[in-house]
C-alpha cells in the first residue's frame, strides 16, 4: 500500500510540516508581495495532492462516485489540518475558513481536469 501511494504520502507529509511549521520560520520576502499568496499556496498544495492521488490511481477511479470518495481524503487531511492550526496554541498559526475554501478549491479543480482529460487519456470511454 506505501509503495502504491508513496507521492501522495511524500506531498501530505511535506504539506503537513509547512502547516504545522510556524510562519516566522519562513519570514517574510520583499520580492513576492501578491495579496492572499498564502491562499494560492493552499490552493496549489492542495490540487497537487488531489492531482498525485488521481494519477496514482487512474486506473482504478473507474466512475466520478469513486473520484468523489477518493477526494474526502485530501478533504479531511485539511480539515484536520486547519483545526489542529486553530486548537494548538504551541505554533503561530491559525486555521481560517478561507484556507479550507482555497484546499477545496484546489481538489476541486483536480477534479474537473481529471474529467476532463479521462476521455483523451481512454479513448474506450469516449464510447
Known amino acids: 500500500m506505501i509503495r502504491r ?13 509547512l502547516s ?8 517574510n ?10 491562499k494560492l499556496a493552499h490552493f496549489g498544495f492542495y490540487f497537487l495532492f488531489m492531482a ?6 487512474r486506473d482504478s477511479l473507474t466512475n ?4 468523489l470518495l477518493t477526494a474526502l481524503i485530501p478533504f479531511l487531511f485539511g480539515t ?4 489542529l492550526q486553530s486548537g494548538i496554541q504551541i505554533i503561530n498559526r491559525r486555521g481560517e475558513l478561507l484556507d479550507l475554501i482555497a484546499n477545496t478549491s484546489g481538489i476541486v479543480v483536480a477534479i474537473f481536469i481529471w ?3 479521462k476521455p483523451y487519456y481512454y479513448p474506450d470511454s469516449l464510447k
Request: overall charge negative; glycine content about 2%; proline content about 2%.
Open 52 to 57: 498525485v492521488i488521481i494519477i496514482e490511481h
Open 29 to 38: 520576502t520583499s520580492f513576492i508581495s501578491i495579496p492572499y499568496f498564502d
Open 115 to 117: 474529467i476532463f482529460i
Open 64 to 67: 466520478t462516485r469513486l473520484l
Open 80 to 83: 484536520t489540518i486547519e483545526l
Open 20 to 27: 504545522l511549521t510556524s510562519s516566522q520560520t519562513f519570514g
Open 5 to 17: 501511494n508513496k507521492f501522495s504520502i511524500i506531498v501530505a507529509l511535506v504539506i503537513l510540516v
